[in-house]
Every structure is written in C-alpha cells, then in structure tokens.
C-alpha cells in the first residue's frame, strides 16, 4: 500500500491511527498556474526497492507505485 501517509500497510496505519494528514503543498512542480497547491502525494517512495534503476527509469510513478503495492500485497497474502 502507497498512501500519502505511509508506503507500506503498517506505515499507513499507525500514521492513520495518530491522526496524521497526508495533504501538503505540491513541491513536485510549478502550480502558480492553478487554482489549488495542494495533494496527497506520495513521499519517500524508492522504487529500487522493488524495481531495477534501468526497469524504473522507462515507468511512470504511477506504474512503479502499482508495482510496489502489488508485490507487497503478494507478501502480505504469503504472510
């Protein structure tokens, strides 16, 4: 699980349970061109945890995070 509060299941759970907001100001690009600054975005994140550097460098964030999540829902299913 990637969450704005965590990128493992546990991590997002105790930040959940100690009330902690995943919402901040957007510091991935330029948004003085938009009327909202702010997201859930995911910190953090190394892809090379699950993912090679040269597999990761041709995927979009998103097709990493998805990666990430499914291989750790396959090790949460062995668990």
């Known amino acids: ?3 704005p509060v965590g990128n493992t299941v546990e991590s997002t759970w ?3 349970l100690a009330g902690q907001s995943g ?5 991935h690009f330029d948004t003085s061109a938009f009327a909202t600054r702010f997201a859930g ?7 090379e945890e699950y993912i ?4 990761a460098r041709k995927m979009d ?4 995070y998805g990666i990430a999540a499914g291989i750790q829902a ?5 668990a």
């Open 1 to 3: 699980m990637l969450s």
């Open 61 to 64: 964030a998103f097709i990493q």
């Open 23 to 27: 919402i901040s100001l957007i510091d």
């Open 52 to 55: 090679s550097r040269k597999d």
């Open 74 to 78: 396959m090790q949460d299913s062995w």
């Open 14 to 16: 105790n930040a959940l």
């Open 41 to 47: 975005l995911v910190k953090d994140f190394n892809c």
